[in-house]
């Protein structure tokens, strides 16, 4: 029995026959987990409620923490539900027809509801056809033919973004399809399955499905268990596999992830049916992946004329790739021009550019080397226009680019800041992690309630209303060479600062073509780590959000651990680090992925800290530098009444902060608010709490430790009132 706990409890009626019935206990469509109730005829909701508060109690715990948590922090109970995207349901018959009829009642049922359903008739007969004409479904016939071969047959004919499969002995729940939105609004999200559970379990069968929300990819140390039905499928990723599992197996073998998500719950009469374990793919095919597009713009009236300053240096074809990208713009030519600054190239870039045919006009602006800083603020110093575009000379935009931008300052002064994915990757662990970090980025920074800190503040492909330009002083020219991997974030701080307004721009969207090899981000990571010193020597409040923190802590675990041993002797470690790269490419290919991952984030961050040393050379330099971390003096607080309604008030560039959770005047626990180094995440941020404050805070609000939370009690009454564990 699917048990909604946002609904009072009812009886439960059993056949003869039954001994135990199985709860699957849900909350606002996020499955709890199971209680299994041995009963009679009748299983009261007194038995429920006990069996719950014995078997799921922690877990109804951690959704009361939850609950309170996001209505203090976040303004409401639950964030706003992402749009469920269109499904088109595929279920492929094989001739019975009591299930099927009982399988299209349950899907005319849904709310929200399907885009189609289409039912893939295998049978030689005629039953299906004549079931099906009772229902508004589209029916194919493919007699004898194979389920992989019905099921493409199935997809192809229909006409959604997400193809669902189902078998045709199984019923779905009416709120089946609720929450898929906010599982696919991750671009790398492939595939989501869902709890499929039996209408009934023989002696001997497995009891128990998913209990949570789980997340696979290829860096996942545990394989999933997937199932061949009551899945969600991206039709661009469907192809040619020959089953839901090689599916499964392809995808995660390319980089991308499946969701676990027992809140999408069927029901089926053979248990059997739904066991499949998928591999790990090591050497799977490539797949063309399309890339997101952007929506077209409309260019109005009052959008502003653009200029777009590229700083450039020793790119020449690259550069020229993106200027004639540029040419192919929505936005009309007459309105932008661009600003070449040519940062002391020697190869020829100002002759090339010259030849081009282009529409719009272009300035080529040529100086001695003097760095990124330097050429972006003579770039914006040159600009005519009202709005300055800064791009680099390796994103190559695409045609909606320039009309998002402009589009972005219609409301007023401000930053816009665009979106520059990776343009090609490989299967290698490198390129996927860096792929994934980008796709997480861009997902987190869309949210409607995401926190703005100067990590977000990228300067590759960003806007300024030219007042906001001349206002913050430009980049800090300081950041130049062996430095000049943190000028943008230096920048975001001052104009975080000043109160300017970021904008999410997602539809200004360029193709990054940038280095993902295993060599360069070791050496990235050696500027980042002597970048990240000056930065807090001029920002001192963001010390304790440096990725400095995380390998402190790891070193303080172990004083044998590489990073204290990096720190006390970085030469000794930089030598070593010299022939990582060919190491880490031989265990890949030698088929030890596992051992490379592992291995791979040591050694970025050993290759960090010895930049870190290259900045602070002297082991009293180190200490001094180090101290307010490790005495928590870096560290903000900021305080969060659970018992309260309320939103998180951050103060302006916020770096290490903490959040003091508390609950009716007593403190309860204080919870690292960002990760060194990441962007705000609000999942991650939930866990935290639930981790650290999950104990003391069941202690201040149950009155006994065997005692329910009462959901109805976890906000204001015009938000939950119904929410309870129990009779009205």
């Known amino acids: ?417 665009g979106t520059c994915p990776p343009a090609t990757l490989g299967t290698d662990l490198i390129s996927m992690r860096m792929r994934h970090w980008w796709a997480d980025y861009y997902r987190r920074r869309s949210e409607p309630d995401h926190h703005w800190t100067y990590v977000d503040f990228g300067d590759g492909n960003v806007s300024f209303a030219r007042e906001v330009l001349e206002s913050s002083g430009g980049w800090d020219e300081q950041f130049a060479r062996e430095t000049v991997r943190r000028q943008d974030w230096e920048l975001g701080i001052r104009l975080l600062q000043s109160g300017v307004r970021f904008v999410d721009c997602a539809g200004a969207r360029g193709a990054h073509h940038f280095d993902p090899s295993f060599a360069t981000a070791l050496r990235n990571r050696r500027v980042e780590g002597r970048s990240d010193v000056l930065l807090a020597t001029k920002h001192p409040q963001v010390r304790g959000h440096l990725f400095l923190v995380t390998l402190l802590r790891a070193a303080a675990g172990s004083r044998l651990s590489s990073y204290g041993l990096t720190a006390r002797h970085p030469r000794a470690a930089g030598l070593l680090l010299r022939p990582a790269p060919p190491i880490a490419r031989l265990i890949e290919a030698a088929g030890l992925r596992s051992l490379a991952w592992r291995a791979m984030p040591k050694l970025l961050g050993n290759s960090y800290l010895a930049g870190v040393r290259d900045a602070l050379p002297t082991r009293e330099e180190f200490r001094e530098f180090t101290a307010p971390i490790l005495s928590g003096e870096a560290f903000e607080g900021v305080p969060v009444r659970l018992d309260r309604t309320g939103t998180l008030e951050l103060p302006a560039a916020v770096g290490a902060l903490e959040l003091e959770l508390g609950y009716a005047d007593r403190p309860l626990a204080r919870v690292e608010a960002l990760e060194p180094e990441m962007h705000w995440d609000w999942d991650a941020l939930e866990q935290r709490v639930v981790r650290e404050a999950l104990a003391p805070f069941r202690a201040v609000v149950a009155k006994d430790p065997g005692e329910l939370p009462d959901l109805a009690s976890a906000g204001p009454p015009t938000e939950l009132s119904e929410l309870s564990i129990g009779e009205h």
Do not use: K
């Not at 450039?312 to 192919?328: D, G, I, K, P, T």
């Open 1 to 417: 029995m699917h048990v909604r706990l946002e609904r009072p409890l009812e009886p439960i009626a059993l056949e003869e026959h039954h001994t135990h019935a199985l709860l699957v206990a849900s909350l606002r469509g996020t499955v709890l987990g199971e209680a299994l109730v041995p009963a009679r005829e009748r299983v009261a909701p007194e038995l429920q409620r006990q069996a719950l508060a014995e078997q799921l109690g922690d877990r109804l715990w951690e959704e009361r923490l939850l609950v309170d948590f996001a209505r203090a922090a976040r303004g409401s109970a639950a964030p706003a539900e992402a749009p469920v995207p269109s499904v088109s349901v595929v279920v492929c018959a094989a001739g019975a027809t009591d299930g099927l009829r009982a399988l299209l009642d349950s899907l005319a049922a849904l709310e929200p509801p399907a885009l189609e359903v289409i039912v893939v008739d295998r049978s030689t007969g005629d039953e299906v056809a004549r079931t099906c004409s009772e229902y508004p479904v589209q029916l194919l016939h493919e007699p004898s033919a194979a389920l992989a071969d019905a099921r493409r047959h199935g997809a192809a004919a229909g006409r959604g973004e997400i193809v669902a499969f189902l078998e045709d002995d199984s019923v779905v729940d009416p709120l089946w399809l609720a929450g898929l939105g906010a599982n696919f609004s991750d671009p790398l999200v492939m595939a989501v399955t869902g709890y499929t559970g039996a209408f009934e379990l023989e002696p001997g069968d497995a009891v128990g499905g998913p209990q949570e929300r789980l997340v696979h990819d290829i860096f996942s140390l545990e394989r999933p268990r997937l199932g061949e039905s009551n899945c969600f499928i991206r039709r661009t990723a469907i192809g040619e596999a020959t089953s839901t599992a090689a599916l499964y197996e392809r995808l995660l073998g390319l980089g991308h992830r499946i969701v676990v998500d027992p809140g999408h719950i069927a029901w089926c009469r053979s248990p059997r049916s739904r066991r499949v374990r998928a591999r790990l793919a090591r050497d799977a095919p490539a797949m063309f992946e399309p890339a997101a597009t952007a929506p077209a713009q409309v260019v109005q009236d009052g959008d502003p004329p653009l200029s777009v300053a590229i700083a450039s240096y020793n790119r020449r074809e690259r550069l020229a790739q993106v200027l004639q990208a540029l040419a192919a713009q929505s936005y009309p030519p007459e309105r932008y021009e661009v600003v070449v600054v040519l940062d002391g190239s020697t190869d020829g870039s100002a002759e090339h550019a010259r030849t081009l045919d282009l529409p719009y006009r272009l300035r080529l602006l040529e100086q001695d080397n003097r760095g990124l800083a330097a050429s972006r603020n003579r770039g914006g110093r040159e600009a005519g226009a009202p709005v300055v575009v800064f791009l680099d000379d390796d994103i190559e935009p695409e045609p909606g680019f320039l009309a998002a931008h402009a589009a972005a300052h219609r409301g007023g002064p401000g930053v816009a800041l």
